[in-house]
């Protein structure tokens, strides 16, 4: 915040009044050793190696935004950036590189809308925009570019979060906005936020309408944390006439807190979500044969335990969704298909039922503040074919013709339930 006036009394910093380390989807660091007057740097690196019990000879992993490959060694995201800030100027640029550089832009439909290839513009970045800070009430910041939205609760940057697969939840509800937030703070603990977005996790609009959305994060004292996002916007690439809405709603309560028991804290988290499209031929409800109802049920819970002064971590959880016409559902890439072409081997068209439901175990050793190791055991199962089985989902001799396109002779093997251990 800028300068205090004389005689006036600085305004408290957002969430400065207790320590919020414990929560899913926040760093846990307390020390920032790069940090200088104008900028704060930041290096963060995310590596794993995924076995899948299905064994798929192509060692593609499908319905995860956190891993890709199977059975081999791999950099998720290496990032390297920070924050700028001087005065009431304030400004991040946070790169990637690793998987994400080309699982994040391949879930994005909005590049082959016009020209330009905004998905190569953009890969390498995760985050980037520049902003303004004004002291009002606890503070009051507008920022423009690219930067982090919800998911379902959880981080994007793994590191952050209590597991390393995200349930389906968080897998399928945004990574990233890019356009304008106003981020207002009419109290210490209470901060609500605007979005005026290019649409639902797009570099690009779908259509002529920009997305619209409001974040209201409250935590009333150091145990609870309340957040709820909301998202309306036309993103379905060449409906216009077609409106989704979405609501996305979390509860996190640290129920246990002694640094000097074997059990050192203890936390729970529950989220919830709810949406539906409407209009050029499906309904949010009550639908038919001609509109059939397309809508998002959703809901993880996690349960996580802290031992020998936040040293080790042991959380338990999963989650469920149900999702009939699939417009959240990320895309197998069977043959190269991306959420731009689609897959004729999965269609995702109105009423295509999807449910599907996950749960895991994770071990974590957290030997300083800088450095996780973790192991994870995951289960995740569909109603219908999704998961890629020994056989995999790469036709013979490599991708053929035009990405997601039936290639003759081929069926990818797809199978409903999926298992891995995911040690990091």
């Avoid at 399928?172 to 703070?185: A, D, K």
């Avoid at 036309?234 to 807190?257: E, F, I, V």
């Avoid at 013709?401 to 298992?419: E, I, N, Q």
């Amino acid at each position: 915040m800028g300068d205090d006036q004389p005689g006036t009394r600085a305004a408290a910093a957002p969430f400065a009044f207790a320590d919020f380390t414990w929560l899913n989807g926040n760093s846990r660091q307390t020390e920032f050793p790069l940090d200088t007057k104008y900028f704060t740097g930041q290096f963060q690196i995310d590596s794993n190696f995924v076995y899948d019990f299905a064994r798929p000879e192509d060692h593609t992993l499908i319905g995860s935004t956190n891993s890709g490959r199977t059975n081999e060694l791999q950099v998720q995201q290496l990032g390297l950036g920070g924050d700028y800030h001087y005065q009431d100027v304030r400004a991040r640029l946070m790169t990637q590189f690793g998987m994400y550089s080309t699982m994040t832009p391949r879930n994005d439909a909005s590049p082959s809308r016009g020209q330009w290839n905004l998905s190569d513009a953009y890969r390498y970045i995760s985050e980037a925009y520049g902003g303004y800070h004004w002291d009002v009430w606890n503070g009051i910041n507008l920022d423009a570019g690219i930067f982090m939205s919800y998911i379902g609760l959880c981080s994007y940057y793994n590191y952050e979060n209590w597991v390393y697969q995200m349930s389906y939840v968080s897998a399928s509800t945004p990574w990233f906005f890019e356009g304008l937030r106003l981020q207002t703070f009419p109290s210490d603990r209470l901060k609500i936020e605007y979005w005026l977005v290019n649409g639902w996790q797009s570099y690009g609009m779908f259509n002529e309408a920009p997305g619209l959305g409001i974040q209201v994060l409250w935590r009333p004292t150091g145990n609870w944390s309340v957040l709820s996002n909301n998202y309306y916007g036309h993103d379905t690439l060449g409906r216009p006439g077609r409106m989704r809405a979405h609501t996305d709603n979390s509860l996190q309560y640290k129920y246990h807190d002694n640094p000097n028991n074997a059990l050192s804290k203890a936390a729970f988290s529950l989220t919830l979500d709810a949406g539906c499209e409407s209009g050029d031929g499906v309904s949010c409800s009550g639908g038919d044969a001609a509109r059939p109802s397309q809508y998002f049920l959703g809901v993880m819970a996690y349960n996580r335990f802290w031992f020998r002064k936040d040293r080790y971590g042991l959380t338990i959880g999963g989650g469920a969704i149900s999702n009939p016409g699939r417009y959240l559902v990320l895309v197998p890439p069977i043959n190269g298909a991306t959420a731009s072409t689609g897959s004729p081997y999965f269609t995702a068209n109105p009423g295509d039922r999807f449910k599907a439901w996950d749960g895991s175990i994770t071990f974590d050793v957290m030997p300083s503040q800088f450095v996780t190791f973790r192991i994870e055991y995951n289960h995740r199962a569909a109603n219908v074919p999704y998961f890629a089985g020994p056989d995999g989902i790469t036709p013979p001799g490599g991708n053929t013709g035009a990405p997601g396109l039936v290639v003759p002779g081929f069926t990818p093997d797809l199978s409903k339930p999926r298992t891995g251990s995911r040690p990091r």
